[in-house]
């Protein structure tokens, strides 16, 4: 199970932190995948934590976003500064399934556990 928590509503520029909080299987071993969904747009991967290595960051997110685990609270945190109004959107966490194709990590299809999500709304 995964649970997000930490959305809401900020002006421009400002700050969110989001937390994915698992349970149910062994963390240490998966990795933990970040994505959005905006209305009327596609699903999008912005993040991913592989299980013992540096995390990516999509194009959009990069120096703006940081993303990390905590193997000894079993949860990931994807800390959000600069934000703009294109970052609003449903942020949802995801188990990847595989640790292999690492450069495939943005396909959700790659994911089998996702959370509920947690909107984000930035907005002046």
């Known amino acids: 199970q995964l649970v997000e928590s930490g959305g809401g509503s900020v002006q421009p520029g400002g700050s969110l932190r989001l937390s994915c909080a698992t349970s149910?299987?062994?963390?240490?071993?998966?990795?933990i995948g970040w994505f959005r969904q905006a209305p009327g747009k596609e699903r999008e991967g912005i993040s991913y934590?592989?299980?013992?290595?540096?995390?990516y960051y999509a194009d959009s997110v990069k120096g703006r976003f940081r993303n990390s685990r905590d193997n000894a609270k079993d949860e990931v945190i994807l800390e959000m500064h600069s934000l703009e109004p294109e970052d609003s959107g449903i942020y949802f966490c995801?188990?990847?399934?595989?640790?292999?194709?690492?450069?495939?990590?943005?396909?959700?299809?790659?994911?089998?556990?996702w959370g509920q999500g947690t909107q984000v709304t930035v907005s002046s």
């Open positions: 934590s592989p299980a013992d290595q540096a995390p």
């Open positions: 995801a188990r990847r399934r595989t640790s292999r194709w690492e450069d495939q990590w943005a396909d959700s299809l790659t994911y089998d556990i």
């Open positions: 149910g299987f062994t963390f240490a071993y998966f990795g």
